[in-house]
């Protein structure tokens, strides 16, 4: 393939996609329209050794630049399935969890509970309940009821819960306001420019069964740079130590949540994640010794980062429809039910015709989904080669807040899930649904 030819189809995106001899797209050298053939379409396709690549970026670099102790949690909320537990757990990750579907999931799966840190803004008694009952190492603590409500738990088992609380420096990462929460007004967490996550932490420390062990924070998603992270780990340090001051309690955990961010499209910046922890362990070190506190260990949350750029989303062309005068539709075999984030959040993608990789990108139509409601659109303005009905349509970098976003709306079974594992072999992580899947609660 010639280097122009590769820059048409947007190889430049990420380096595990390409072009063969037949002009298909090819997936971490997987021939995706082959692929779209064999298991049908929608098909999500995962490439393994790419996430493996981003969980060693975390985890190696960390272990290079953070305290003894530190390490990455794979947000597991942006793809939770038990192949993607037990990718994170041989790659030596912890995992974070959102609720008691998740927990589930990664203890199925024999994760280690000790590695699972359990986050939520309203924990339920029953949630609480289960996640002791599963032994979870961490609770990231939201607010005072949930600490009431542990502590008395934790007591009646005659444990002590290790436990992690969440609170908010009043950070504006400058990213879309709807997936931003290190601000104040935020329904996640307690602020700190308020005084209350002070007062909290005073009360905290008081109750009975918990071991406060140190503070989390989370600024936003998307972020292509370590500002964010510096100014939250400044706030957050800062904070730790006024803590010690004021407390005696020195807290030895700084969990900086996630939110790194991954080329969607062209005009998004190259991102390097090892650079980047470098960036904000300078600043973490320099911080501490301002500050004459002790290096805490760090917990980062990254989701996204690990599981997106692994992820291509097929699907089959069913038409293409030009409104004289206006625009054009391609109407594909999936979309909100498979993608809602443009829907949600008007998330910019990428597509290609996989199955005319190389051909030049001159067509711009709005991608529409096969779902009735006029807003399941996959992206609008799109350039790609022009499709004809049957061609097999990609969209590129669909492996985070996708399957996991997905639903039955209009009753459309979901697509399976299936890795591409570093010696080219595919397996099914997650199959596709059938119809009787789709109706297996109705009674
Ligand atoms: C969503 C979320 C993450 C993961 O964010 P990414 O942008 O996917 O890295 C991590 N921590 C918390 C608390 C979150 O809410």
Excluded: W
């Excluded at 991102?271 to 010794?289: D, G, H, M, T």
């Excluded at 990789?357 to 659109?377: K, P, Q, Y």
């Excluded at 976003?405 to 570093?422: E, K, T």
């Amino acid at each position: 393939m010639l280097d122009t030819e590769l820059n048409v189809m947007g190889k430049m995106l990420h380096t595990n996609l390409g072009v063969n001899d037949e002009g298909h797209l090819t997936l971490a050298g997987r021939d995706t329209v082959e692929l779209a053939e064999s298991y049908g379409t929608p098909l999500m396709l995962m490439d393994e050794a790419r996430v493996r690549m981003r969980m060693r970026e975390y985890t190696e670099t960390m272990r290079e630049v953070f305290a003894p102790g530190s390490m990455p949690l794979f947000a597991s909320k942006a793809l939770s399935c038990k192949e993607m537990y037990r990718i994170a757990h041989s790659e030596g990750m912890g995992t974070d969890i959102v609720s008691c579907g998740e927990l589930y999931t990664a203890n199925s799966v024999g994760f280690p509970m000790e590695k699972a840190y359990f986050h939520g803004n309203n924990k339920t008694d029953k949630d609480i309940s289960y996640a002791l009952d599963c032994g979870v190492g961490t609770f990231i603590c939201d607010n005072r009821e949930e600490l009431y409500a542990l502590s008395a738990q934790a007591k009646d088992r005659g444990i002590t819960q290790r436990v992690i609380l969440r609170v908010t420096p009043g950070i504006d990462p400058h990213t879309h306001e709807a997936i931003n929460t290190g601000k104040v007004d935020s329904k996640f967490g307690t602020a700190i420019e308020t005084g209350q996550a002070m007062e909290l932490i005073k009360e905290l420390l008081t109750l009975p069964a918990l071991e406060l062990v140190g503070l989390h924070c989370h600024v936003g998603s998307l972020c292509f740079d370590s500002k964010p992270f510096i100014d939250a780990a400044h706030i957050m340090i800062a904070f730790m130590a006024a803590v010690r001051e004021q407390t005696g309690k020195t807290l030895t955990v700084l969990n900086l949540g996630g939110g790194y961010g991954v080329r969607y499209v062209e005009s998004d910046p190259e991102f390097s994640i090892p650079e980047n922890l470098r960036l904000v362990s300078a600043e973490i070190k320099k911080c501490c010794s301002a500050n004459n506190f002790p290096e805490p260990q760090i917990l980062l949350e990254p989701g996204r980062s690990i599981v997106a750029d692994a992820g291509v989303t097929v699907y089959t062309v069913g038409s293409v429809k030009t409104i004289t005068g206006y625009k054009s539709y391609v109407s594909v075999d999936g979309g909100m039910s498979d993608n809602p984030r443009y829907a949600l959040y008007k998330s910019d993608y990428t597509v290609l015709n996989a199955s005319r990789a190389a051909a030049e990108r001159d067509f711009t139509a709005t991608v529409a989904g096969r779902l009735c409601e006029s807003g399941d659109l996959i992206g609008e303005d799109m350039l790609m080669a022009k499709p004809q009905r049957g061609d097999k349509l990609a969209v590129l970098v669909t492996g985070a807040y996708n399957y996991a976003m997905s639903s039955n709306y209009n009753r459309v079974p979901r697509p399976p899930v299936v890795f591409i594992a570093p010696d080219g072999e595919t397996r099914v992580a997650i199959r596709r649904e059938t119809f009787e899947d789709v109706a297996k609660l109705d009674v």
